[in-house]
């Protein structure tokens, strides 16, 4: 059974910075490709970043320059670096394969961007 669990979100301000960790049981992250995926209020959960093994593949535009995705094979933990976070950032984020295959999501972690 694949399992995630994300950590690392919080309250900041604009332009402060945050690491989240995603711990993956259940499959080896050097075999598959690993995304951290958002879900804002009233939104569609999205796509942010993904990564194969320690080789980062994607990321959403808006976040290119501001969020870098890594891993640690031996932890098998993926984390996402989100430096000058924007208030349009405010989401709950999860990780998960990509594409989706039929895991369970996590809790997520809430990352909340306010004056």
């Given amino acids: 059974q694949v399992q995630f669990v994300e950590s690392g979100g919080g309250l900041v301000q604009p332009g402060e910075s945050l690491r989240l960790s995603c711990v993956v049981s259940g499959v080896q992250i050097s075999t598959k ?20 093994g320690m080789n980062p593949r994607y990321y959403e535009e808006s976040v290119k320059r501001r969020f870098i995705i890594s891993s640690d094979l031996r ?41």
Avoid: K
């Fill in 33 to 52: 490709l690993i995304g951290w995926y958002r879900q804002a209020p009233g939104r569609d959960r999205e796509l942010v970043a993904n990564i194969f």
């Fill in 75 to 115: 932890s098998n933990t993926i984390f996402l670096q989100m430096d000058d976070l924007q208030p349009h950032d405010t989401a709950v984020y999860y990780c998960n394969t990509f594409p989706l295959e039929q895991h369970s999501w996590g809790q997520g972690t809430q990352v909340t961007v306010s004056t």
